[in-house]
């Protein structure tokens, strides 16, 4: 014996293709890429124009701003990886010498 689907599946399952193919469409369509591309730029803009703004206030107030932290962090980054190369670098000269003996 054949089961059915449950009434609510079947409700579902009808809006998902009149609503789907719609918004299928939409998002495959140059408007939406124009758009989405001009969103991305509107956001990058604001964005920038509000981290401008709150730096100056942060730096008037001499404490650090967003970005200050950001760059500190970057730098710390570079100098865990540098003292990684070097420890490897004096291990690697250790067990020369090691083996020299």
Do not use: C
């Amino acid at each position: 014996m054949a089961t059915r689907t449950p009434l609510w599946l079947d409700v579902v399952l009808r809006a998902e293709r009149l609503v789907g193919s719609r918004v299928e469409g939409a998002v495959h369509s140059d408007t939406y890429f124009d758009l989405v591309a001009e969103l991305n730029r509107t956001k990058a803009f604001l964005t920038g124009t509000v981290e401008g703004i709150s730096k100056r206030l942060w730096h008037l107030a001499n404490l650090p701003a967003g970005t200050d932290l950001r760059r500190v962090r970057e730098q710390l980054s570079r100098m865990e990886r540098r003292l990684v190369e070097l420890s490897k670098e004096l291990d690697e000269q250790r067990e020369a010498l090691e083996a020299e003996r």
